[in-house]
């Protein structure tokens, strides 16, 4: 496998989570109901845990739609972000060692995902458990990014 394979081998399976993020930002409501009936969870039966958080954002997400839907304009916009930035690693696609800033810039996103979550997430009530998995994207996200820039550098030492 070339180098520039493996390059885009990687880049693809950042570049897919980004899109995957983005398109699934913004049909919120429904994919809360969806998993929420998936998970079989119901207000009703649902009092503590994982199933109850999930019932409680999506009747908060449900409320919040139907009061002012105008809000659901702010996830659009995130889901926007994923997408434009997404687009921003093409560049990489086609000139990695021109272009490894634009990987370099994605691991920093990544790591600066955790103190986001973990400032953010106790002053907007999220519990601990879900902090950590917003977390994980960009622990998750950075691993693809990593072996990206580690082969863009071997690239740029063979071209020297």
Not at 77 to 88: E, G, K, T
Not at 104 to 132: D, K, S
């Amino acid at each position: 496998m070339t180098l520039r394979t493996r390059i885009r081998f990687w880049l693809g399976i950042f570049i897919a989570g980004l899109v995957l993020s983005g398109l699934t930002a913004f049909p919120l409501e429904t994919e809360l109901r969806g998993f929420a009936s998936w998970i079989h969870a119901d207000a009703n039966v649902a009092t503590s845990g994982f199933a109850a958080w999930i019932v409680k954002v999506r009747d908060a997400l449900a409320d919040t739609n139907l009061k002012y839907p105008f809000l659901a304009y702010g996830t659009d916009w995130l889901a926007f972000a994923h997408l434009v930035i997404a687009v921003a690693f093409i560049g990489v696609w086609r000139e990695p060692v021109r272009n490894v800033w634009v990987v370099e810039f994605g691991m920093i996103a990544c790591a600066m995902v955790l103190p986001l979550a973990f400032i953010a997430g106790p002053i907007r009530g999220i519990p601990f458990y879900w902090q950590l998995i917003d977390c994980s994207f960009g622990l998750l996200g950075i691993i693809p990014l990593w072996f990206c820039r580690r082969t863009i550098k071997r690239m740029e030492d063979e071209e020297r």
